[in-house]
């Protein structure tokens, strides 16, 4: 199957609206970018996929001159790797494992590579989800699960964090093996546990509800659509995390989940992570 990219470029004070209404696509499976082409100046906005243009066509409308092109066969994975490098995010030392040197004393460090699972730590949700659990009193996340736990690398830099058993669950089980690989490769395999789940819906996360912790890092529309299932499995007083959601979008998001109690926000670019509590 044929990989191919779409890309134009629009003025700062578009940039935002662009990836607002482009980013559906991603439930799709399409990867939505989007890079600065000079400082203050004009924004670069990329899709890329694979097959069928049709969607991908039918989202850019009126966008200012969109240019196709067919990408070569190559290794994308290993592209990525390659072009994957370490950074700090909280407490955390994000890195490929072929950069494993050079991390700042004190940090936790957290082995992802680029692969088939969402969740390498580079987008803003993830480094969000990663600030906000660092905030978090330990004696308060004990029994913790990741919705949506795509890579793993919030499951499993929650049992880094803190030494403590994880769940995660995620509904593509590539994802899911992809996620313990990436457990064991971090020396905490035995501490997470990573299912096949349709949101909590799973034998082994609903064994373990209520829960003190979860974190659910997805899009906007399996937040709203899974609201009652996740308030549904919080103890008292538990603590959610969510992310996958834009500036304008965190409104809409509270009133699905308008019997918790709203404790903080961490903002990234145009997205958001929030914090809030059951009673």
């Known amino acids: 199957m044929s990989s191919w990219k779409a890309s134009f470029v629009v003025p700062a004070i578009e940039r935002l609206p662009w990836e607002e209404a482009l980013e559906h696509l991603n439930e799709d499976g399409f990867v939505v970018t989007s890079r600065e082409v000079s400082r203050d100046g004009p924004w670069r ?51 490929p494992s072929h950069v494993a040197d050079g991390m700042p004393a004190g940090l936790v460090p957290l082995r992802i590579d680029a692969g088939l699972a969402f969740g390498t730590g580079t987008h803003a949700t993830t480094r969000g989800c990663l600030k906000m659990l660092a905030t978090l009193d330990p004696r308060e996340t004990a029994n913790a699960v990741d919705v949506g736990s795509g890579s793993g690398i919030l499951a499993i830099a929650m049992a880094k964090l803190w030494q403590r058993p994880v769940l995660g669950g995620d509904n593509d089980a590539e994802t899911v093996a992809v996620a313990r690989e990436n457990a064991e490769l971090n020396g905490v395999g035995d501490l997470c546990r990573f299912v096949h789940a349709a949101g909590l819906l799973a034998a082994e996360l609903e064994e373990r509800a209520p829960f003190n912790l979860v974190v659910a890092n997805i899009l906007a529309g399996p937040l709203t659509h899974l609201s009652v299932q996740i308030s549904a499995a919080l103890a008292p007083g538990g603590v959610l995390v969510l992310s996958g959601l834009l500036h304008n ?30 009673p």
């Open 45 to 95: 906005i990329e899709i890329f996929g694979e097959g069928a243009r049709q969607k991908v066509e039918a989202a850019l409308g009126d966008a200012p001159d969109p240019h196709w092109e067919e990408l070569p066969d190559a290794d994308w994975v290993a592209e990525n790797q390659r072009s994957f490098r370490p950074f700090e995010v909280g407490p955390f030392w994000v890195h």
């Open 249 to 278: 979008q965190e409104n809409m998001i509270l009133s699905f989940y308008h019997r918790l109690r709203f404790v903080a926000r961490h903002r990234d670019g145009p997205w958001s992570a929030l914090v809030l509590e059951a």
